[in-house]
T-cell receptor, first 115, second 109 residues
Framework: GAVVSQHPSRVICKSGTSVKIECRSL??????MFWYRQFPKQSLMLMAT?????????EQGVEKDKFLINHASLTLSTLTVTSAHPEDSSFYIC???????????FGQGTRLTVV | EDQVTQSPEALRLQEGESSSLNCSYT??????LFWYRQDPGKGPEFLFT???AGEEKEKERLKATLTKKESFLHITAPKPEDSATYLC??????????FGAGTTVTVRA
């Protein structure tokens, strides 16, 4: 299957700072990438859809000014958590749609801890 | 609104004891139904995509089937390494995935 690389896998930051998470499709071009958030023992909740060259589409209840998404190329999308607070601590996961296989592949996830 | 319900929440099996996981769904315009495996602290690992009722797919000890209202993931003669959380998701026409809460499978040696 296709490979999606997410970096970093873990990050600890101080309250009030910003954190950037990268998601790369390594062996295919992804016109669409998705960002999810997962709380312990819960399923994945879609935060936003990232489209190459255009603005991201956010799900209801997700603050677009707090979670900045940039999809600058066909292989890279970034999620920046701005002015992070402890309640932003979570597991963030990206996925990329491979048009060639019509499947969605996921990155390894990023464990964000805000102290 | 798309809804995905997985049952049971948790499943404890003895090695070699076959069982099935259920995923029932309601969706307006199903593009596909996906099964993933997720290990603790990791992202979901793709297993199968099913597109139409009656379709079946197999991979090693896993077999997924699809009807118009539900999907089953059958685990045949499981091994301890099959222990994981199995996630079901439905894909809407806009390619968004809606996930169920998952079934956590524990296989004891």
């Amino acid at each position: 299957g296709a490979v999606v690389s997410q970096h970093p896998s873990r990050v600890i930051c101080k309250s009030g700072t910003s954190v950037k998470i990268e998601c790369r499709s390594l062996d295919f071009q992804a016109t669409t990438m998705f960002w999810y958030r997962q709380f312990p023992k819960q399923s994945l909740m879609l935060m936003a859809t990232s489209n190459e060259g255009s603005k991201a589409t956010y799900e209801q209840g997700v603050e677009k000014d707090k979670f900045l998404i940039n999809h600058a190329s066909l292989t890279l999308s970034t999620l920046t958590v701005t002015s992070a607070h402890p309640e932003d601590s979570s597991f963030y996961i990206c996925s990329a749609r491979d048009p060639g296989e019509d499947s969605a592949f996921f990155g390894q996830g990023t464990r964000l801890t805000v102290v | 609104e798309d809804q995905v319900t997985q049952s049971p929440e948790a499943l404890r099996l003895q090695e070699g004891e076959s069982s099935s996981l259920n995923c029932s769904y309601t969706v307006s315009g199903l593009r596909g139904l996906f099964w993933y495996r997720q290990d603790p602290g990791k992202g979901p690992e793709f297993l199968f995509t099913l597109y139409s009722a009656g379709e079946e797919k197999e991979k090693e000890r896993l077999k997924a089937t699809l009807t118009k209202k539900e999907s089953f993931l059958h685990i045949t003669a499981p091994k301890p390494e099959d222990s994981a959380t199995y996630l079901c998701a439905v894909q809407a026409p806009d390619y968004k995935l809606s996930f169920g809460a998952g079934t956590t499978v524990t296989v004891r040696a």
